[in-house]
């Protein structure tokens, strides 16, 4: 059994820039699994460019990332979903062509590995495999309550459903890594609610799960530590409580808000 | 590029359109299959020979329709794949003397792998873009063909005689095999619709960024799909050569291929039996009904594809219009 | 060593002539490329029915007038013929261009038949009254074709570059091209923009056409197979710029006689194709660009 502390997303003096500017200024991050974490900070502080060197989007031009020891330099972020480092997207990125369902049985297809063969054939071991990606996929879609939507197209659906079917189709796959981008961004309050709870319920001691996040009441409430991230460097660093009563982040963070 | 994925507009009916559709074309190919098995015991054999080739078109049609479907690209070089089938059964048949229980499989085989090969250089290329280069892979064939004369019989082209079962009235078999073939593709790609492989792919030509996050790779997604398509084009040469009887280096030229790509969007880039039909058909109709004229034939299939494209531009707007009238009335 | 030269100049010299002829055919590709993102697949074939219609309006078949009329005309034709294309096909260009790619492959086949309704699928030969002498000068031997070649070729985009440089329609061409939704909101009528390139482009693949003619025969391939040149010359300059086009329009000329002279007459297709798939790959935006300004 593998030592649980060592299983977390690490990040050791990443450094980012475009053409000059620096974007991200040497962070040192940790994201430990069983806990939730979240990344706040005004618009333009270097959130989603971090997020994106995580998930191998981009390449930081210094700095390590790691995950349970094992270093993701280099690696594509096709071949950082094979180790369960998955994300969910800001802007809906689902199939038109595609049901909801059939959606998220995308988020575990890495997880089955039958041949072309059973793609083309009826095959015995390709309809048992795509049962099992539907069972798992309608599982996850019940998981945040949107089983009626199974066999709807998405251009049925309204955005604030659309973001749960983009969760449900992270979650489905069982990650390690659970990359959130703006989860609640068009969600009304009560969606809000539903998926606070689960994605709480979500959490299990292998989890490592990071949440950039606008909705301040979501991230105090949800997060088990916090990052705050202001022009690509971390003004503070703790428990939700903690980075409240921080008069720096209250001073550039949320004073900013009432502005 | 990736900002701007490709969209064909008609290509998504709303759902309950599709539904309907989708029960429709299930029993309908199974009705159409029936009515093509003993189709030869009503018509005449000038005309089984036709409607042979007909099913070999068919299968092209489908090649750059699932190319426009899955990949959301314009392929204008399916010619060469085709070329890559065809020659595969007469070259095997003519100088080996193996029938096509050797020869499809290899067809199948060298399709796709001229197909992954060439999406690879091209991978980063969509759009236009890649269009203009499947032109040029459509230039390159003749001159391929008629300059290894020694193998491909250069411009005289080569006759492909030797039948699947001996003894069988060719005739017969120059239909049925290319049927076979025309239905088990057919029948392939709609399991492939529902495979894995499937929907990660259809994902990748809307979200290439997203489908990258789970795990299929664009470059990947980009071979599969024209591997995939590049071996239906191969299957439609092979048919090409066995149902037709002859090949020769005119039969893929460039305007082989934009006619391929004009059955496709008439049949509205259908992967059904039936729309892959209408698409043979009027690959291989046409020329039929205009042969005493034959300047007439591109001016024809110029005006079809206008015709279609401009039907599939206004139709849904007419629909709309015709609904907001209905509604206010 | 000696040897090597003696051909390679004659080489490079009628490569980079017949290269001017290959950038006027790729200027006009790119000049509808750059104001409505559609790849014009009919250019060669109706540039093709223009020169038959030259021969026909000068020759008899059609009507017998004077060289320099029947040109007058036919320019009049096929002005008509891209005003007709643009009207058909403006309603997709705002829908998308792939489509509208797809519909000129239409106007393509159209062109096609009607050539060959019209004037049947025979050669024939059409003389241009160009001035027949030749001088040597350093051993290369130069000829009243190739300076009318390079005269015409000078002029025309001398003129062209002066129309878009200068002229209030240039400007809002280029307005357009650098970005049509900014140009539209200022208030640029996009239609006539895309119009004026349309009829630009048909009236350069006329002259290109013209000029090609002499070199070979005429028949309904001619013309589209010299506009397959021009569409690598516009990918090598990445089919958005017309400076680019020019340079990939001499490169591929001289590429090409250096490859039917020196490696394989046959297999020149073949060769255009690895260059176009290397051009794409190499320079996706064109030889061109600028380093790291890649569109992503």
Redesign the interface.
Same mark, same amino acid.
């Given at each position: 059994m593998m030592d649980v502390a060592t299983k977390s997303l690490t990040g050791q003096g990443i450094a980012l820039s475009f053409g000059g500017i620096e974007v991200l200024k040497g962070l040192d991050v940790e994201f430990r699994a069983g806990e939730i974490t979240g990344l706040i900070g005004p618009n333009g502080a270097g959130k989603t460019s971090l997020f994106n060197c995580l998930?191998g989007?981009y390449h930081p031009q210094k700095g390590a990332i790691s995950y349970a020891g094992h270093s993701l330099e280099g690696l594509?972020?096709?071949a950082r #979903?094979?180790k369960g480092i998955?994300?969910s997207?800001q802007h809906v990125?689902?199939?038109?062509?595609?049901t909801v369902l059939?959606?998220v049985?995308?988020?575990v #297809?890495?997880n089955?590995h039958?041949g072309?063969l059973?793609?083309?054939?009826?095959t015995v071991r390709?309809r048992h495999?795509?049962a099992e990606?539907r069972a798992d996929a309608e599982r996850a879609l019940a998981e945040l309550g949107l089983a009626k939507a199974a066999d709807?197209?998405p251009?049925?659906l309204p955005p604030g459903m659309l973001r749960l079917v983009e969760i449900a189709?992270a979650i489905v796959?069982r990650p390690a890594v659970l990359m959130l981008d703006e989860p609640a961004a068009g969600l009304n309050n009560s969606e809000t609610r539903d998926l606070m709870r689960s994605l709480s319920a979500l959490a299990s001691p292998d989890l490592v799960m990071v949440v950039v996040e606008h909705d301040m009441d979501l991230v105090m409430s949800i997060c088990d530590r916090i990052y705050v991230l202001n022009f690509g460097a971390f003004v503070a660093c703790g428990t939700p409580a903690e980075v409240r009563s921080n008069e720096e982040v209250v001073r550039i963070y949320l004073g900013s808000d009432d502005d | 590029?990736?900002?701007h994925p490709?969209?064909?507009?008609a290509v998504?009916p709303?759902?309950p359109e599709?539904l309907r559709e989708l029960v429709a074309s299930d029993l309908g190919s199974y009705v159409l299959a029936v009515v093509l098995i003993v189709l030869p015991l009503l018509v005449s054999g000038s005309w089984m020979f036709a409607i042979g080739v007909c099913f070999a078109n068919a299968i092209g049609v489908l090649a750059v329709s699932f190319l426009v479907?899955y990949g959301g690209e314009?392929s204008?070089g399916h010619a060469f794949f085709a070329a890559v089938g065809a020659y595969s059964v007469a070259i095997l048949d003519t100088r080996f003397g193996l029938s096509l229980l050797v020869s499809v499989p290899l067809a199948l085989v060298l399709g796709v792998v001229t197909g992954v090969a060439f999406a690879w250089?091209?991978r980063? /290329?969509s759009?236009?873009?890649l269009?203009?280069?499947t032109?040029? /892979?459509a230039?390159?064939v003749?001159?391929?063909i008629?300059?290894t004369d020694a193998l491909t019989g250069g411009y005289e082209g080569l006759y492909v005689s030797k039948p699947l079962i001996p003894g069988l009235p060719m005739s017969f078999q120059r239909y049925y095999v290319a049927l076979a073939v025309l239905i088990a593709v057919v029948f392939? =790609?709609a399991?492939?619709r529902?495979?894995?492989?499937? =929907?990660?792919i259809?994902?990748s030509? !809307?979200?290439p960024? !997203?489908?990258?996050?789970?795990?299929?790779?664009q470059v990947?997604a980009r071979c599969a799909v024209l591997g995939i398509s590049g071996g239906i084009a191969a299957l439609c040469g092979a048919m090409l050569a066995f149902a037709g009887s002859t090949v020769s280096p005119s039969g893929f030229t460039l305007w082989s291929s934009?006619f391929l =790509?004009?059955g496709s969007?008439v049949s509205f880039y259908g992967l059904t039996l039936a729309r892959a039909l209408i698409g043979g058909a009027f690959l291989t109709l046409v020329p039929q009904f205009l042969s005493a004229?034959? !300047?007439?034939?591109?001016?024809?299939?110029? /005006?079809?594809? =206008?015709g279609m494209? /401009?039907l599939?531009?206004?139709l849904p707007r007419l629909k709309e219009m015709m609904a907001r009238h209905g509604g206010t009335a | 060593m000696n040897d090597v030269l003696r051909d390679l100049f004659p080489l490079a010299w009628s490569g980079m002539i017949t290269g001017c002829l290959y950038a006027l055919g790729a200027m006009g590709l790119v000049m509808i490329?750059k104001s409505s993102? $559609?790849?014009n697949?009919s250019h060669g074939n109706v540039a093709g029915f223009a020169a038959f219609l030259i021969y026909g309006f000068s020759s008899g078949v059609l009507l017998d007038l004077s060289w320099g009329a029947a040109v007058l005309l036919t320019i009049v034709a096929v002005v008509a013929i891209a005003c007709l294309t643009y009207a $058909?096909i403006a309603?997709?260009v705002f829908?998308?261009?792939?489509?509208a790619?797809?519909?000129t492959?239409?106007?393509?086949?159209?062109?096609?038949?009607?050539t060959?309704?019209i004037f049947?699928?025979d050669i024939v030969s059409l003389d241009l009254p160009i001035p027949r002498f030749s001088t040597s000068v350093l051993g290369l031997r130069i000829t009243g074709y190739d300076l009318t070649v390079l005269g015409v070729a000078i002029v025309t985009i001398g003129a062209l570059f002066f129309v878009i440089d200068y002229t209030k329609l240039g400007i809002a061409f280029r307005a357009i091209s650098e970005n049509s939704f900014a140009a539209e909101v200022c208030g640029l009528n996009l239609r006539s923009i895309h119009l004026f390139s349309w009829v630009v482009a048909a009236v350069l693949g006329v002259v290109g056409a013209l000029l090609i003619v002499p070199t070979t025969f005429l028949s309904v391939t001619t013309v589209a197979a010299f506009m397959?040149q021009a569409?690598?010359a516009a990918?090598i300059g990445g089919?958005a710029s017309l400076p680019g086009s020019l340079i990939g329009g001499i490169l591929i000329g001289v590429l090409m006689n250096l490859f039917t002279f020196y490696v394989s007459p046959?297999?020149?297709?073949?060769f255009?194709?690895c260059i176009?798939?290397l051009a794409?790959?190499i320079f996706?935006n064109g030889i061109l660009a600028r380093v790291g300004g890649s569109?992503?």
């Open positions: 998930t989007a594509p972020p096709a #979903a094979q998955v994300r997207f990125a689902l199939s038109p062509d595609l059939e959606n049985m995308i988020g #297809a890495r089955y039958s072309w059973h793609a083309f054939l009826p390709g495999e795509k990606m709807k197209m251009s049925e189709r796959g | 590029m990736s900002d490709v969209t064909i507009k998504h709303p759902l599709r479907r314009v204008i250089p091209s980063k /290329l759009g236009i873009y269009a203009v280069s032109m040029a /892979l230039l390159a003749p001159e391929l008629n300059n392939a =790609l399991r492939f529902h495979s894995r492989q499937g =929907l990660t259809l994902l030509k !809307a979200h960024a !997203a489908a990258d996050a789970f795990g299929t790779r990947w934009i =790509l004009v969007v004229s034959g !300047a007439w034939i591109p001016v024809f299939y110029g /005006l079809a594809l =206008l494209i /401009l599939g531009h206004y | 490329f993102r $559609v790849v697949f $058909v309603p997709l829908d998308s261009d792939l489509t790619t797809i519909a492959l239409g106007i393509g086949l159209i062109a096609q038949g009607a060959l309704l049947g699928a397959l569409f690598a990918v089919f046959q297999f020149s297709s073949t255009l194709l176009i798939l794409l790959n996706p569109r992503v």
